[in-house]
């Protein structure tokens, strides 16, 4: 199995910068995006330092354990390199005054044969597409979401509620955090977006099943994910990964040689 990726990010038509980080480290599997907050530009370096001490750190343990690690392990990495860099941007954020409050949702995934262990904190999510059914692998967390799962308002309600930005978890504003961790079996032919609320608050699900089923590429289909949010009215950064399954067609033609096939 080998993976195809491709990313893209986007200011929206409303902001004048982009508090969104999308990172990736192709040769480990591990993408990551991160949806910043904070005022004086302060959401821009919570979520920066984030993809980049995730990155760095996560990275090169993967690289180090390489593909013996098994799905515990890499866990167990996850959450140790999401609390090292939790107590980075939170002691940023109290060592300087223009950095105060400053904090990041994330999404992790590191992709590896046959499965993926995803990480996630606040309302940036992952879905997954297989065959022709859009599910989504992560659950915000966030008081609508609360309220949903209390009963206290429909999924009608939710959709225009005042309260769809409101986190109750983020990385950096607190001295600790929880990252949500889950494994999850990869087949070929899966596609997983991970996506900020600038795309998911924009444009519904059934939207993006339609959009991800559609032809082109993946880098067409992540344009067309961006410009469905933008025509919906763009009022947040949009940021979208999308990562592709596929067989290893070069690997299987090797095996069929080698067997005489």
């Given at each position: 199995?080998?993976?195809?990726?491709?990313?893209?990010?986007?200011?929206?038509?409303?902001?004048?910068?982009?508090?969104?980080?999308?990172?990736?480290?192709?040769?480990?599997?591990?993408?990551?995006?991160?949806?910043?907050?904070?005022?004086?530009?302060?959401?821009?370096?919570?979520?920066?330092m984030a993809a980049a001490f995730i990155k760095s750190e996560l990275g090169r343990w993967l690289d180090?354990?390489?593909?013996?690690?098994?799905?515990?392990?890499?866990?167990?990495?996850?959450?140790?390199?999401?609390?090292?860099?939790?107590?980075?941007?939170?002691?940023?954020?109290?060592?300087?005054?223009?950095?105060?409050?400053?904090?990041?949702?994330?999404?992790?995934?590191?992709?590896q044969e046959g499965r993926l262990v995803l990480g996630h904190i606040g309302d940036s999510r992952c879905y997954r597409l297989r065959g022709q059914e859009l599910k989504q692998i992560t659950k915000d967390h966030s008081l609508l979401?609360?309220?949903?799962?209390?009963?206290?308002?429909?999924?009608?309600?939710a959709l225009t509620s005042m309260n769809r930005n409101l986190v109750t978890r983020a990385l950096g504003v607190e001295d600790t955090v929880q990252v949500e961790v889950n494994d999850h079996r990869v087949e070929?032919?899966?596609l997983y977006l991970m996506c900020s609320d600038g795309l998911s608050d924009m444009i519904l699900d059934e939207q993006i099943a339609a959009l991800l089923l559609g032809g082109g590429t993946l880098a067409q289909k992540a344009h067309h994910l961006v410009d469905a949010a933008n025509d919906a009215g763009g009022r947040d950064n949009i940021s979208v990964l999308l990562v592709q399954a596929k067989e290893d067609t070069a690997r299987r033609g090797l095996l069929s040689r080698m067997l005489g096939k």
């Open positions: 199995m080998i993976y195809e990726i491709c990313m893209q990010t986007d200011p929206g038509l409303t902001r004048d910068n982009n508090e969104d980080v999308v990172a990736i480290d192709a040769a480990t599997g591990l993408c990551i995006l991160a949806d910043g907050m904070g005022g004086y530009n302060a959401g821009e370096v919570a979520s920066g180090e354990a390489g593909r013996q690690a098994n799905a515990r392990e890499v866990h167990r990495a996850m959450e140790i390199c999401v609390e090292n860099a939790n107590h980075s941007i939170f002691n940023a954020a109290n060592s300087n005054p223009q950095y105060a409050g400053m904090g990041t949702t994330l999404v992790v995934g590191v992709f979401q609360e309220q949903l799962d209390a009963g206290l308002i429909s999924p009608e309600q070929i032919g899966d």
